[in-house]
């Protein structure tokens, strides 16, 4: 008996999971390739931040575009953490 409320239970969320992207795919606006500019100050705040979530975005396939980093004055330690980004993201650098 508790097998089958497992079950049942699994199938429901596989459902809703299911229905989710289905959802989430019919409310996808049109797929653009879109170029998004961070700009990196001082030591980088926020720049590790905003990377990941637009590469999430583009893993996910919600986004379709280039991640670019510009410097606005980073210091050099804000420079190593653009370069490793940059490798890890496939982003690009513009300096």
Do not use: F
């Amino acid at each position: 008996m508790g097998v089958y409320l497992v079950l049942g239970l699994l199938a429901a969320l596989g459902l809703l999971g299911v229905c989710w992207l289905l959802l989430g795919r019919l409310l996808m606006p049109i797929p653009l390739d879109l170029t998004v500019s961070l700009t990196g100050h001082g030591d980088g705040e926020g720049l590790e931040q905003g990377v990941k979530a637009l590469h999430w975005l583009r893993r996910t396939g919600l986004w379709r575009g280039n991640i670019v980093i510009r410097d606005g004055g980073m210091s050099p330690q804000g420079l190593a953490v653009a370069r490793r980004l940059v490798e890890d993201y496939q982003a690009q650098l513009n300096m």
